[in-house]
């Protein structure tokens, strides 16, 4: 039996116990999937531990996506330009690779419910962890990309970092989040991305940029998936936008762990993301 979880805190809401056990049953795997909640003073512990143990592997949600970073023997690439690990990798030969796929996640769930990410025009909105696994996947995929976020400076550090061994026509700008600031950026992109938690509880009736930006030239993605749709989501599909929200990358994201694992695919895609619907369907109030 092999054996793989998700480690959090708090973990209890997390989906990735129900879309990786649904792939896990259709794929016949003798693999269990469970979560585990642990506690900042037990993480080294938590990770020394399931590599003794024999686990297969780790998902890894917040808080700990940058403090189990030091716990890796090894980083893939992904990992190592996003500054977080997402996916652990326990090999038989004691080696713990640590890998981030929110930004193939992200690539992948664009591609296959909207549009094809290259040769874009992109805003970025935020300048956290998943911004970061965003805007450096949308560089690498070949897309142009500005960032603008509440805390300018956060999002200049970001530009920087990414713009470390970016090709020199991907160049990140970082602008002003208001109005004037948006104005003449929002009119040239194609794709506009929220990565904040603007939309969900407590900020519902908000939108992270001001809505009368948004046009029908637009694609917008918003990666919240609770709720279905934010006011950002509903004001870009009432004017005529294609538009997505966070399902499709948290589907994604677990597909490309699963793919990190096993170096297969899950037999199917369709499985997982009902499996999420159901299980969002049965918390919504
Ligand atoms: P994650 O790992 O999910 O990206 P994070 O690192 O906490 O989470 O980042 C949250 C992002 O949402 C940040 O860009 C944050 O802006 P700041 O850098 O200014 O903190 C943004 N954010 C959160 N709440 C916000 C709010 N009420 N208004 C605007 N931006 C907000």
Redesign the pocket.
């Known amino acids: 039996m092999e054996l793989l979880g998700v480690i959090g805190n708090p973990i209890s809401h997390s989906l990735s116990p129900v879309m990786h056990s649904v792939a896990l049953a259709e794929a016949k795997k003798q693999a269990i999937y469970l979560p585990f909640l642990v506690q900042a003073e037990g993480l080294a512990a938590a990770i020394k531990g399931a590599a003794s143990l024999g686990f297969t592997g780790f998902n890894v949600t917040?808080p700990f996506?940058e403090q189990v970073v030091p716990l890796m023997t090894e980083l893939t690439s992904e990992a190592k330009v996003i500054g977080?690990v997402n996916t652990i990798k326990f090999e038989k030969n004691g080696k713990i690779i640590g890998h981030n796929t929110d930004g193939q996640g992200f690539l992948a769930s664009l591609a296959d419910e909207l549009m094809e990410p290259k040769d874009l025009n992109c805003l970025v909105?935020?300048?956290?962890?998943?911004?970061?696994?965003i805007v450096s996947s949308l560089l690498s995929a070949g897309n142009d990309v500005c960032i603008t976020?509440?805390?300018?400076e956060?999002?200049e550090k970001l530009a920087k970092d990414l713009n470390v061994g970016a090709s020199e026509h991907r160049i990140c700008n970082v602008v002003d989040?208001s109005v004037e600031g948006l104005k003449d950026v929002v009119a040239q992109v194609d794709l506009i991305v929220n990565?904040?938690?603007?939309g969900m509880a407590p900020?519902f009736n908000?939108s992270?940029i001001p809505l009368e930006l948004v046009t029908s030239k637009h694609v917008v993605v918003d990666?919240i998936y609770n709720p279905e749709e934010t006011l950002l989501l509903k004001h870009a599909r009432q004017v005529g936008c294609k538009a997505q929200n966070g399902v499709g990358m948290l589907v994604w994201q677990a597909i490309k762990a699963w793919e990190f694992w096993w170096n297969e695919t899950p037999p199917s895609k369709v499985s997982m993301f009902e499996a999420v619907q159901d299980a969002l369907r049965k918390t919504s109030p």
């Open positions: 917040i996506k977080a909105i935020g300048a956290g962890g998943a911004a970061r696994a976020n509440r805390t300018k956060r999002a989040l990565t904040t938690s603007v900020y908000q992270p990666i």
